[in-house]
């Protein structure tokens, strides 16, 4: 090719090639580049223009990094340069910063464009000579700018003020998170410290929503965000699943090598890896560490070099880069890794990634096979997936092989270029926290005005209003974070210049207190607290074995010498919460018949056995199994969904374990969960808020500990919890649960043939409890009951209070105080004069399972017979009469146009009159239904 290139040297879709700088051109040029890609081409016209915001959509490795620095650095060229900053590129990993500088310096080498680094590991006489001269583009992590805003807030002005352009790298692993929101409140700064707008430009191969990536980037005007999505697909990728039985002890408890699945999968890894350069991902870092111990111990009894080593977060700075150098030279390696390696950094060309167990995310999959199939060639994905062996007693949940199937189901979304959309629920109140106290630091002081203007009415926490806002200033006033002057000024308290003043500060994620691990001079790595540190002790770290000879406490020190035994330490750090959409698409491949092609013979055979588990259990039409005294409920609903019914049940009384899919409700039949889920569904005023409330811990972020209880339980309610699926779950359950335990096993009809031509008499009864959990240890603590003659004529009304003879709970549904019941009699004291007004009766409730339940119990509990002749359910009958599908007592009443102003009393004799009330319009409008739907005492009570 000729310079400058003529027009036919230039392919027909490089159009916008030549309002490229010249010198940027010869770049380009010397690379060797037929032509530029789709998403090279658009970003031209429009980072040239200087005004706009953009988005790179792009796959792993296609130039997203050039198209966003080829118009820059052309657009920097043809500008005089008047002192100061004119480029930031914000990047989420240290590692990926230094990556990017020798690419971009590769770029501007020849543009006289200087390109700074400026992180925690950057020398100060590197940083100095920013300060001194800056100029150029300026690569730097949310926490360092945190830093220059804090240490340097009186020289921003003036570092920034050429600032043309923010480059944000792998803005994915921003959006919807603390991080993110630190890093939205920082750009805003700039912002504000600049007294202009700068254009901002997002890169990423992984956004799931892009409307939210959009609001992301420029919060408050996310339409006016362009968004170029590259044509072009990644090249070919080679899959395969291959499966695993597992007939041993979970990892952490195993010190043998004898026919685990993780001995045969580390003997795959070795034979199979070996020569190549690979990744191995895992999401633990525990077994990171087996894993890398195993195949070194394999390397030294085949007498071949080791060339499987581990990197994850815990182990030292110099041992993850002297790993990553080992990835860049000439010899085989095999990286046994977290989610370290997951993005960004160049890592020269591997053969192949593998991925131990289901991998967290599709996004995370996505990137993860990104770093596979570079310079033109496949991408290659290994994963490997265990199951439990099945035995006589082995669980339902572990039937059905949920693992094999959450993989197949990311793989599927992943071909459809589905990813998890950013969660923009949460209120990050804990970086309000920590963007307060920066401003007042950067500043020396700040109003309270002044700073809810430029963090929330006009910046990133517009979701903030000011009562809000207010409370958190309160709050940190209480514990001391800051001090209000006379004149309205706050500084930062004692307890918050100590916090700002330690270097942690300017993380928005908690750092636990943790142990130096010490070899000789050495640094390891670090170990939490949590982790047994007994001088003796035998751990797994930096894939070799260790035996612990000394514990300073104070200094936080462990000291190791070599060991010939160990075992994997337990680091902190939960697992990733799994979509919704990741457990519907599950569902879809049980209830299908198609067989992936990726799977190995055994990978195929276990999803046979979980398939045919699913349909043996017939999953498609009952959400619950009964095991023993147990209930076994499959939602089929992601992660947060199930966190969110199961704290709801637990501040219910029911007390449900989480399982993977699946959450367990002990001693507890199908029918009596249904009665509970139903009367929870009833009690649809109970907010988000009223959960997290009931909840032991809701300091989840790192300045959640300075916020008071109420402005905890909103932050948590907003950003762990989902109400709205919850209860959406919730009807589903009701609607397919049984309502007889006996349909389970007779096959009874939950609508018998009709008991009685004319009943003698209707006992409306309405009970108020401590809790949901009949079966378990809530009680009645209120009881009313109403009786009706069969032409609807109200015969008598009797009510008590009930001692439960145990802790008062759900005050703020019911009404009732513990001071109330002081001296009222415990059930079997006014067992008899309600047995009186029940037997012989039509026991009428609305929801008459959940009344009922508690009624046998109670009455179990006396020596008081209990035996009404039939039940009625108002909730039942208002649905068989009008099918609308209405639960609440009040819709009810609503929907048939009785006035219904008693019924917010919500305490047992209010809500008594006003099933009563419903009942009656029934007996005059539509008797034979109401006939129809009496059912038999012996199928009332679950």
């Known amino acids: 090719m000729s310079w400058p290139p003529s027009a036919s040297d230039t392919p027909p879709g490089s159009s916008q090639f030549f309002r490229l700088h010249q ?15 789709d998403v090279q081409e658009q970003a031209i016209p429009l980072v040239l223009k200087g005004t706009e915001d ?3 959509s792009a796959a792993t490795a296609s130039g997203k990094t050039e198209a966003a620095f080829l118009p820059i650095c052309s657009a920097l060229l043809d500008e005089v340069d008047d002192g100061g900053i004119r480029v930031l590129y914000v990047s989420p990993l240290k590692a990926l910063i230094n990556d990017q500088h020798r690419r971009l310096d590769e770029l501007c080498e020849d543009l006289d464009l200087p390109v700074h680094r400026w992180h925690g590991d950057v020398p100060g006489s590197a940083k100095a000579k920013v300060l001194t001269k800056p100029d150029g583009i300026l690569l730097i992590t949310p926490e360092s700018l945190e830093a220059m805003f804090i240490l340097r807030g009186m020289e921003i002005s003036r570092l920034l003020r050429a600032l043309r352009w923010v480059v944000i790298d792998e803005m994915h692993s921003f959006a919807g998170t603390e991080r993110g929101a630190q890093l939205q409140s920082l750009l805003h700064r700039v912002e504000l410290a600049t007294r202009r707008r700068v254009p901002r430009i997002g890169l990423s191969a992984t956004l799931g929503s892009m409307e939210s990536a959009r609001d992301y980037l420029r919060p408050g005007n996310g339409q006016a965000v362009h968004l170029l999505t590259s044509s072009h697909q990644s090249g070919d990728t080679s899959v395969i699943i291959r499966g695993y039985v597992n007939e041993a002890p979970a990892i952490e408890d195993d010190e043998t090598d004898g026919g685990t699945s993780v001995e045969r999968i580390g003997e795959h890894v070795f034979t199979t890896l070996r020569g190549g350069n690979n990744l ?23 007498a071949v070099p080791n060339e499987f080593f581990p990197h994850h977060g815990s182990l030292a700075k110099d041992v993850r880069e002297h790993v990553e150098d080992l990835l860049k030279g000439n010899r085989p390696v095999t990286v046994l890794c977290t989610s370290t390696l997951e993005m960004g950094i160049d890592i020269g060309t591997l053969s192949s990634v593998a991925q131990i167990g289901a991998p967290p995310s599709v996004a995370s999959l996505r990137q993860r096979i990104g770093r596979s199939g570079r310079r033109g060639e496949p991408a290659v994905l290994r994963m490997y997936v265990t199951a439990q062996e099945i035995t006589a007693d082995i669980a339902p949940q572990d039937e059905l092989r949920a693992e094999l199937f959450q993989a197949v189901a990311m793989m599927s979304l992943l071909i459809e270029r589905w990813y998890e ?8 109140l804990s970086t309000l926290v920590q963007q307060i106290m920066s401003v007042i630091a950067q500043h020396q002081g700040a109003h309270p005005v002044e700073l809810f203007q430029a963090l929330c009415h006009s910046g990133p926490f517009a979701h903030i209003d000011q009562t809000t806002f207010a409370s958190v200033l309160r709050d940190l006033g209480r514990t001391e974070l800051v001090q209000q002057e006379p004149d309205g000024l706050l500084l930062l308290g004692r307890v918050g210049e100590r916090i700002v003043n330690h270097y942690s500060f300017y993380a928005v994620f908690a750092e636990k207190q943790e142990y130096r691990l010490v070899h000789g001079s050495r640094t390891l790595g670090v170990l939490h607290v949590t982790t047994p540190t007994e001088v003796g002790s035998l751990v797994i770290f930096a894939g070799r074995r260790w035996k612990i000879v000394s514990v300073d406490d104070q200094a936080a020190l462990i000291q190791v010498e070599p060991s010939h035994g160990g075992r994997a330490p337990r680091f902190a750090g939960g697992r990733a919460e799994i979509h919704d959409e990741v457990r519907r698409r599950m569902r879809a491949w049980y209830e299908s018949d198609d067989i992936p092609g990726y799977l190995d013979a055994t990978a195929q055979r276990l999803f046979d056995e979980g398939r045919a588990a699913y349909r043996r259990f017939d999953l498609a039409q009952k959400p619950a199994l009964a095991k023993g005294k147990d209930t076994i409920v499959f939602p089929w609903r992601g992660d947060r969904i199930l966190n969110t019914l199961t704290a709801w049940l637990t501040r219910a009384g029911a007390s449900p374990v989480r399982d993977g899919i699946a959450f ?15 009367q929870l569904l009833l009690e649809d005023d109970t907010t988000a808020e009223d959960i997290a409330a009931s909840l032991p811990d809701t300091a989840v972020e790192k300045h959640d500990v300075h916020l008071g209880k109420p402005l905890r339980t909103r932050g948590y309610a907003a950003g762990c919890l989902d109400m709205a699926g919850a209860r959406s779950t919730l009807a589903n359950l009701v609607d397919r649960l049984p309502e007889h335990d006996a349909d389970l096993i007779t096959g009874i009809p939950s609508v018998p043939p009709p008991l009685f031509a004319a009943p003698t008499a209707y006992a409306v009864v309405d009970v108020e409890t401590t809790g949901f959990a009949a079966w378990r240890k809530d009680r009645i ?24 003879q145990r802790r008062l709970a759900a005050s703020e549904v019911h009404g009732i105080t513990q001071k109330e019941l002081v001296g009222a009699p415990v059930f079997a004291d006014v067992a008899p004069a309600l047995a009186a007004q029940l037997n012989g009766a039509v026991v009428v409730a609305h929801n008459a399972s959940f009344d009922l339940s508690f009624l046998n119990a109670e009455f179990a509990r006396t020596s008081t017979p209990f035996s009404p002749s039939a039940t009625l359910c108002t909730m039942k009958l208002d649905n068989h009469v009008h099918q609308a599908g ?25 809500d008594a009159k006003a099933a009563a009330d419903l009942l009656c319009h029934y007996l005059a409008t539509a008797p034979h239904d109401v006939r129809n739907l009496i059912i038999g005492s012996e199928l009332s009570i679950p």
Do not use: M
Request: aromatic fraction near 6%; include cysteine.
């Open 886 to 910: 209405r639960r609440k007592l009040h819709d009810c009443l609503t929907g048939i146009g009785t006035p219904a102003a008693h019924v917010t009393a919500h305490r047992a004799l209010a």
């Open 421 to 428: 959309p950013a969660d923009t629920s949460a209120l990050h």
């Open 280 to 302: 191995v991902f895992f999401d633990r870092r525990g077994d990171v560490e087996v894993y890398a111990d195993r195949l070194r111990r394999r390397s030294e009894e085949r």
């Open 781 to 804: 603590i209120e009881v009313a009951v109403i009786r009706i003659a069969p032409d609807g004529t109200v015969l008598g009304e009797w009510s008590s209070l009930v001692d439960p």
């Open 664 to 678: 367990t409700v002990p001693e507890c039949t199908p029918a009596q969960l249904r009665a509970v889920l139903q």
């Open 54 to 56: 953009v988005i790179v």
């Open 23 to 37: 010198k940027v051109q010869r770049w380009i040029h010397r690379q060797g580049w037929p032509r530029l890609n």
